[in-house]
């Protein structure tokens, strides 16, 4: 059975990664760091990620600093802090190259609300040996999130930019395909363990 263990190392991780926005966002304003489909063109393939990691304004931050807290709260009790970061930076590249590759309308993003969706369905994933129920119902309600929350204008209105529903679309691919490759992994992982324990 999966059980939430929260730890200090999970605001420790928190922290670091809404310090982390913080200070990109201050060189954001004076260089623009997004993804933006013409300059990747033109050979700036590191903005497949770094547009992940900027925002609009400061309440396109704010909205997912919150989304940070909610979601690592959750995640940190069970993926290690340093294969967080590794699976968290391989969900913003997938994401960045899928909508290149399938997204030729969009031409400019920014935000980490895409790589939170994949965070989430890479932790459901990886819950699935422990207790598939849960990891069923957080599939799903991120599939139904996607499926119906259209363009809110709310939000549209105070991040001063069109919600982009593709990428987060992109970003829940991601962390299905993440989450796979990090479940076999382990799934290894422990096999050749016993494996050599038996030798």
Not at 7 to 28: D, E, K, M, P, R
Not at 191 to 197: Q, V
Request: aromatic share 14%; proline share 3%; glycine share 8%.
């Amino acid at each position: 059975m999966l059980q939430y263990r929260p730890s200090s190392a999970s605001w420790i991780h928190i922290g670091t990664l809404i310090a982390g926005l913080i200070v990109i966002q201050y060189f954001h304003a004076n260089y623009d760091l997004a993804w933006d489909r013409i300059k990747i063109e033109h050979g700036e393939y590191w903005r497949l990620i770094g547009g992940h990691f900027t925002h609009n304004n400061i309440s396109h931050l704010a909205l997912n600093c919150v989304g940070i807290i909610l979601v690592l709260q959750l995640i940190n009790a069970e993926i290690p802090g340093v294969t967080l970061i590794h699976l968290t930076l391989l969900i913003a590249l997938l994401t960045g190259l899928f909508l290149f590759l399938w997204e030729p309308q969009l031409m400019y993003y920014v935000g980490f609300s895409a790589v939170l969706h994949g965070m989430l369905a890479c932790f459901a994933i990886s819950t699935l040996p422990k207790n598939a129920i849960f990891g069923i119902a957080i599939l799903s309600l991120l599939a139904l999130k996607l499926v119906f929350e259209g363009q809110p204008q709310f939000t549209a209105n105070l991040i001063d930019i069109r919600v982009a529903t593709e990428a987060h679309f992109w970003g829940f691919v991601s962390g299905i395909l993440v989450g796979g490759l990090y479940t076999g992994f382990l799934y290894w992982q422990k096999t050749n363990s016993l494996a050599c324990s038996s030798k």
